[in-house]
């Protein structure tokens, strides 16, 4: 059963920076497309980044380029968000996500099948 368990979101200033991680298990990690995902009280889930199974293929949303950077060690089943220049309205819950179908690379969240349970980032003004 594949489970991702994300970690690293705290409360941080703005301008400050947090780098979040995602540990997958379960799955051939480096077969898949990884995402990361945000929610903000009262908002739609949103995309943030995704990066296909070799690392060389990456996308982000427009309010986070230039800031956010996605990556991922296959060899430890690892994925990362490092987030810089954070901005209050970065404030969310942010998840990480596989594919429900391997190989293809992916950024809607509805071709995501498996969820981690959340990390919080706040950032205060």
């Known amino acids: 059963q594949v489970q991702l368990v994300e970690s690293g979101g705290r409360l941080v200033q703005a301008g400050g920076s947090l780098k979040l991680s995602c540990a997958v298990s379960?799955?051939?990690?480096?077969?898949?497309?990884m995402g990361w995902f945000r929610q903000a009280p009262g908002k739609e889930r949103e995309f943030v980044a995704a990066?296909?199974?070799?690392?060389?293929?990456?996308n982000y949303a427009d309010s986070v380029k230039g800031r956010f950077t996605i990556s991922r060690d296959n060899a430890k089943n690892m994925g990362y968000l490092e987030m810089n220049s954070l901005k209050p309205e970065d404030t969310a819950v942010y998840y990480c996500?596989?594919?429900?179908?391997?190989?293809?690379?992916?950024?809607?969240?509805?071709?995501?099948?498996?969820w981690g349970q959340g990390t919080q980032v706040t950032v205060s003004s």
């Open positions: 990066i296909n199974k070799f690392g060389s293929g990456i």
């Open positions: 379960g799955r051939t990690f480096s077969m898949y497309t």
């Open positions: 996500a596989l594919p429900t179908v391997p190989y293809f690379y992916v950024t809607r969240a509805a071709d995501f099948g498996s």
